[in-house]
């Protein structure tokens, strides 16, 4: 797909005023770690249970009425599938996901639920962006990535700018340093518009850390063949995308990979400590956190991106099995 613009801080502002008309801000906590508060933003709090819907309401919002009359096709493992869902319901506007076979049955069935057509893919022996680029020509239909797009990446900055305003107001201060899950980075760099004051720092799976290799290799890494399990389906982006890049590594973005066992603490703590359900990927940031791979120091916002989870798989974790 061409892209003829870059995401921009403009951009976030515009996508962060039509985000508020439709939905309330997700709350956020603070809590001391090692002596120091931190402040938690609970995107898994959102009505698709992820951030997505943000960067997906701001997208599907920009189309042209003839655009919206042709549908929208997008490709994701479940959280965007359920923000593209949510968004064209709202519209009036007709949805294709292109989803893997093996996405958690709770993600299929939301996205269902919310008028979708599903597309099954094989994620290991399929490219779902060459699936979904075909049906979308075929169709006349707009193509919208989860993560290689201005406005979606805009849109998923909105939680920055809505995350500013609450610490503001609770008397916090300023953002002074981001901690955030990354797939294909989506997230991240409309953070990084979003709060240009504050260092940001991006969380991967081990094995799946291409875009933290590609901020210290100054180009892009992809995650390259046969890369290890990981619970974190929502994290399992193969390449970033030069949009996410480019912002990122304008703003000396750096990163970190955690552990399977990690992030299964962290999805406990946030139980625990929070009463909050997060999923594995939503859960990587405060893992990186908590483990000890991101200092902690005073104006920390750690974003708790997602909480779809397997249910049989997330009382595994919290008997704690496989720690």
Not at 42 to 59: N, S, T, Y
Not at 73 to 102: C, E, Y
Not at 175 to 200: D, F, I, K, M, S
Not at 209 to 232: F, H, K, N, Q
Request: aromatic fraction near 4%; include cysteine; charged fraction near 20%.
């Amino acid at each position: 797909m061409t892209i003829m613009r870059h995401p921009t801080r403009a951009g976030v502002r515009d996508a962060a005023a039509k985000v508020a008309a439709v939905l309330p801000p997700t709350p956020i906590y603070h809590r001391e770690i090692n002596g120091v508060e931190i402040v938690f933003k609970a995107e898994c709090l959102q009505p698709i249970g992820a951030f997505k819907v943000r960067g997906a309401w701001h997208r599907l919002t920009a189309l042209s009425d003839e655009a919206r009359q042709r549908g929208v096709v997008a490709f994701s493992s479940g959280n965007h599938a359920q923000g593209i869902a949510w968004a064209a319901k709202r519209l009036g506007i007709s949805a294709t996901v292109v989803m893997p076979a093996d996405a958690p049955a709770a993600k299929r069935e939301s996205t269902l639920a919310l008028g979708a057509e599903l597309v099954p893919y094989d994620r290991a022996t399929e490219s779902r962006e060459t699936i979904a680029a075909r049906l979308a020509e075929a169709r006349g239909a707009t193509l919208v990535p989860s993560f290689d797009d201005p406005w979606v990446i805009e849109g998923q900055g909105s939680a920055g700018v809505e995350a500013a305003a609450q610490m503001a107001a609770a008397g916090l201060g300023a953002p002074r340093h981001v901690v955030v899950p990354c797939g294909g980075g989506g997230l991240a760099a409309g953070l990084a518009l979003a709060l240009p004051e504050a260092r940001v720092t991006v969380v991967e799976p081990e094995g799946w850390d291409d875009m933290r290799r590609s901020l210290e290799a100054s180009w892009i890494e992809p995650v390259g063949d046969a890369p290890p399990p990981t619970a974190c389906d929502a994290l399992q982006a193969m390449r970033v995308s030069p949009l996410t890049f480019d912002v990122l590594a304008r703003r000396d973005a750096t990163g970190v990979a955690v552990s399977e066992a990690e992030v299964r603490a962290a999805q406990r703590w946030a139980a625990a400590q929070l009463r909050l359900v997060v999923e594995p990927g939503g859960a990587v940031a405060l893992a990186a956190v908590l483990a000890g791979r991101v200092a902690v120091e005073p104006g920390m916002l750690v974003i708790l991106s997602g909480g779809n989870v397997d249910m049989a798989d997330y009382a595994r974790v919290l008997a704690g099995e496989g720690a």
